[in-house]
């Protein structure tokens, strides 16, 4: 598996755009997921102009596979310059002993 966690710090402005931007992703994702397993997206308490991503694939390749389609390209690009200041990335190894766990509350 590979993981990634974002922080982004929009501009105060954004933050109805930045959410759509999101939901769109979120809908054009469901039709064809590729290789992404679980994606979400959360306002950070207390910091309205904070969003956290969080992102699993099936692996890197599919990772990068997914950043290549040019649905997704497209609202990547129109994300970013909806941001304050550039994200921060984590990239995240395997879950440690199994701890991946889905219990199906969305």
Not at 33 to 42: E, F, H, M, N, V
Not at 51 to 60: G, I, N, P, Q
């Amino acid at each position: 598996m590979f993981g990634i966690l974002t922080r982004c710090e929009l501009k105060s402005e954004s933050r109805a755009k930045f959410d759509q931007l999101v939901m769109e992703l979120v809908e054009t994702t469901r039709k064809e997921p590729g290789g992404l397993i679980a994606y979400s997206c959360q306002p950070v308490s207390g910091m309205a102009d904070s969003r956290v991503v969080f992102e699993l694939y099936a692996d890197h390749l599919a990772f990068i596979q997914f950043g290549q389609r040019p649905d997704i390209r497209r609202l990547i690009e129109a994300r970013d310059v909806l941001l304050a200041e550039p994200r921060r990335v984590e990239f995240l190894e395997d879950p440690i002993g199994g701890s991946l766990l889905y219990f199906g509350h969305c």
